[in-house]
């Protein structure tokens, strides 16, 4: 599920300039007093050439914000409008946030460095543009999660605390700043086109489904309209990563069309938590009062998001062939199911019908004796079963009678499947390694848990046992 980033040589990049002034606006980072690294994410800094910075260079580049050499000069605000909760908003763009980098990694993907805290930009609206260290914090667990269990992720790349106090609404203030860098591949979200759709700058939306397709996506098939082969890719991208969510039993909180990256990239977390147990009307956002992106309705919420950049798209195409690949979600969704499922249970699917009958069963099972996720999924691994009296009920026997009709896909060899417990990232426990750094300034319990996530993240990597 995870392969590790290997390294390569520093190789920066500006293609995103190619869009023109449109795209975003120059900003200024913030100035702040202080300039503390508190992370380095040193296996994603190798991959891209920068692991070789002293720690010194590290915060000047990524806390005051030096240019990168032979990147862009200036970072961008980029510009985005965006459905939030359903109600469009035309008033949206990186409000605390930037584009500063873009560079390459070995495999020559072309990848952004982005903000989260960096100061206030001409959409910030009445917000400070600063990010809570406990922001930064949380974003850090949820990414190592995410990209442990196989999810399509962006990276924590950095988390400097920047000396600032801030107050909020919704935690204990005054409370510490931070501004984090993340790694992802493009920050092009649906957003992105549906400003260029309100603007209806049919030049510009060419420029940008071009740059797209060249540079985040594949390129076009043989006599495939642009428009209709990045909606057709974006589809497949975004059914899959809905499908990873529910697998890793993960809940973004907040599935606005200006938080889906086109690439299917999950990123930007905020009110995010993960679900002990398949509970369909599971919520991770205090403010989410009618259940719009629990966890059992993300699928149809990205669903929807996508569905907008197919009426963006309608500057450029005609309405039914962008429909029609619309129409292929769910069945791009149940394929992202089969995969995700069975990955993670070190097992090869079979026959399409019948693996899906077995995740409804297992699924089943799991609700109705409220077993943990992450229980389930570390107790039957490739096929054999740890703990059987904990499985005799009747709720199991479907599951009992079908999982061996599937050929294990890997071993228990790793040392993580002889644990005693699996490793999760449930909310008690993100509170605790959180109070060890407001009461104590104690980082030890997030860098032992950082560690215990990419162990496990070994352990379900192919070849990994």
């Not at 580049?61 to 200036?74: A, I, M, V, Y």
């Not at 999760?424 to 104690?442: F, K, L, N, Q």
């Amino acid at each position: 599920m995870t392969i590790p980033p290997q390294p390569a040589k520093y190789h920066p990049e500006s293609a995103i300039l190619s869009l023109g002034e449109k795209i975003g606006d120059p900003v200024q980072a913030a100035d702040f007093p202080q300039t503390i690294l508190r992370f380095r994410n040193d296996r994603w800094a190798e991959a891209v050439g920068l692991g070789g910075l002293s720690d010194d260079a590290w915060t000047q580049h990524f806390g005051r914000f030096r240019q990168l050499e032979g990147s862009l000069q200036q970072p961008l605000a980029l510009r985005y409008h965006g459905h939030q909760f359903r109600v469009y908003n035309p008033d949206i763009g990186d409000g605390r946030g930037f584009l500063f980098a873009q560079l390459r990694d070995g495999a020559g993907r072309l990848l952004d460095l982005g903000t989260k805290g960096s100061g206030q930009t001409p959409y910030s609206r009445f917000g400070d543009g600063r990010l809570t260290l406990k922001g930064g914090v949380r974003e850090i667990l949820a990414t190592e999660m995410l990209e442990a269990l196989g999810v399509h992720t962006s990276k924590t790349f950095s988390l400097i605390e920047t000396g600032e106090e801030l107050v909020r609404g919704d935690e204990p203030s005054p409370t510490r700043s931070s501004v984090l860098l993340r790694l992802s591949h493009s920050h092009i979200r649906i957003g992105t086109f549906q400003r260029i759709a309100f603007e209806r700058d049919q030049a510009m939306m060419t420029r940008l489904v071009d740059y797209c397709l060249a540079n985040l996506l594949d390129p076009t098939a043989e006599g495939e309209p642009p428009a209709i082969a990045l909606m057709r890719q974006v589809v497949e991208r975004t059914a899959d990563l809905a499908a990873s969510y529910m697998v890793a039993g993960f809940v973004h909180g907040v599935l606005n069309s200006d938080n889906i990256n086109i690439t299917g990239e999950s990123f930007d977390y905020g009110p995010w938590r993960f679900t002990p147990k398949w509970d369909a009307g599971f919520t991770a956002a205090y403010f989410d009062q009618t259940g719009l992106y629990a966890f059992g309705r993300q699928a149809e919420a990205i669903h929807w998001d996508v569905a907008q950049l197919a009426v963006s798209l309608r500057l450029l195409s005609e309405a039914e062939p962008l429909i029609a690949e619309l129409e292929r979600y769910p069945d791009h969704y149940q394929s992202g199911m089969i995969r995700h499922f069975f990955r993670r249970l070190g097992l090869v699917p079979g026959e399409r019908q019948a693996s899906l009958q077995f995740i409804e069963s297992c699924v089943r099972a799991m609700v109705e004796t409220g077993t943990e996720i992450d229980r389930f999924f570390f107790d039957w691994r490739c096929g054999d079963v740890r703990h059987p009296d904990a499985y005799t009920g009747e709720a199991w026997n479907p599951v009992r009678e079908l999982i061996p009709s599937f050929t294990p896909a890997g071993t228990r060899d790793h040392p993580y499947w002889s644990d005693d417990a699996p490793c999760s990232m449930h909310i008690a426990e993100v509170e605790t390694i959180w109070s060890a750094i407001a009461e104590r300034d104690d980082w030890a319990p997030l860098y032992a848990k950082v560690a215990a996530i990419r162990r496990m993240g070994e352990a379900h990597a192919p070849g990994g046992g």
